[in-house]
């Protein structure tokens, strides 16, 4: 008998929250992914990352920090439930993506991309808030991340209820 797991869903986005608008999508898409008696997986720091741990903690959810030093690192958000250190730096970036089932992307740098990369690599969905500036909002309205083929449509959203709902969807689909 095989045991039905939970989704796990990854958030991606700035280490550094550039607006109130962008702090509050994140949260919102905590609560939403929490109310989904789904799993966050995400890199377990500041910005995003802690806006979305919050609102999964403050809806009694579960969040998961794939952390790219070890846990006495001072940036380590305090609302993860579980800090998996793994001093990969940013080559973590890939567990993330491999570790969801779907990726929501909110903003983005350098960092985000790569994790977008990933995901497009493993053919995981992807949904991009376009309401934030950043990569997500470059991506989603490119609609690709590389000129080749692949199997993966690019999801857009503005809010964050509509960005859980369309990767749980998506995941869905893929399983």
């Given amino acids: 008998?095989?045991?039905?797991?939970?989704?796990?869903?990854?958030?991606?986005?700035?280490?550094?929250?550039?607006?109130?608008?962008?702090?509050?999508?994140?949260?919102?898409?905590?609560?939403?992914i929490a109310k989904s008696d789904s799993i966050l997986i995400c890199g377990g720091r500041g910005?995003?990352?802690?806006?979305?741990?919050?609102?999964?903690?403050?809806?009694?959810?579960?969040?998961?920090?794939?952390?790219?030093?070890?846990?006495?690192d001072p940036?380590?958000?305090?609302?993860?439930?579980?800090?998996?250190?793994?001093l990969l730096n940013f080559a973590r970036n890939t567990i993330?993506?491999?570790?969801s089932d779907g990726i929501i992307a909110c903003g983005g740098g350098a960092g985000t991309l790569s994790e977008m990369a990933f995901a497009w690599i493993y053919h995981k969905p992807l949904v991009c808030l376009t309401s934030v500036p950043g990569w997500s909002q470059e991506i989603g309205a490119r609609g690709s991340l590389d000129y080749r083929t692949n199997n993966v449509e690019i999801l857009t959203a503005?809010?964050?209820?509509?960005?859980?709902?369309?990767?749980?969807?998506?995941?869905?689909?893929?399983k």
């Fill in 158 to 174: 503005k809010t964050g209820k509509n960005a859980v709902r369309k990767i749980l969807k998506a995941i869905s689909l893929t």
């Fill in 47 to 72: 910005g995003v990352m802690e806006a979305v741990c919050k609102g999964v903690y403050d809806s009694s959810g579960i969040s998961v920090g794939i952390l790219p030093t070890d846990d006495s």
């Fill in 96 to 99: 993330v993506a491999l570790a």
């Fill in 1 to 32: 008998m095989r045991i039905k797991s939970k989704v796990q869903i990854g958030v991606i986005g700035d280490s550094k929250i550039r607006s109130k608008s962008q702090y509050e999508l994140s949260y919102e898409i905590g609560q939403e």
């Fill in 75 to 86: 940036d380590v958000n305090d609302y993860l439930t579980i800090r998996i250190p793994t």
